[in-house]
């Protein structure tokens, strides 16, 4: 959080005795110094620390149980767990994040995600539908870099790593910011790239083109 001039660092602990991560270590350190100014262990376990996002004085986390976890960037108290996400899909999330509005964006296997920055509840919940059996869960799982501007998040339907032949009926959508309602979809296993002076980039997977928008 450059506002804050704090850089936070997460970590999942491996415990031999049990070979898997259980349990996690959160570190913050002063932009301008490099001194450390707080370090905790958390016996909740991180889902990846590609998720890690700090904003509005502090830092938040996926978990592993389908909740986000909040801690103060000045002195690491846990600030709030989040309301869950929806079972059984939402233990799943994209490996990453977006932040804007007083809202924190996460991507999940049955839907985009808003959470509050002040406590954590759930504002809003978009899906793309059922998928029928297109995809083993019967939802369009998520995984794309949101992109946010105007008041909207620019984000598509993907996998980590995509079945051969390619899931089919990815689309890109455009999502108001506030609400969570639809604006607009496209068909294409789309990646949402960058967004500068009213248009948006992004690159399509089904047929190997780069697309701009409008």
Known sequence: DYESGVAVSASPITPPEFGAWYGSVIAAADLYTGVLKWN????DTIYSSSTSVADHGKF???MMN???????????????????ADYPWGFGWGYTVGSAYGKLFGLAYDG?????????TIAWKFSAGDAGYETPYNTWSWMSSPQIADGKVYVGNGEHSPTTPITRGWRLFCIDAFTGE???NITGGMTSGAVSDGYLTADNRYDGYMYVFG
């Open 112 to 120: 985009v995600y808003a959470f509050n920055w002040d406590d954590g």
């Open 182 to 184: 639809g604006i607009w």
């Open 66 to 84: 389908r909740h986000w976890n909040a801690y103060s960037l000045i002195d690491g108290r846990k600030l709030w767990e989040s309301e869950k």
């Open 40 to 43: 905790i262990t958390d016996t």
């Open 60 to 62: 938040a986390i996926c």
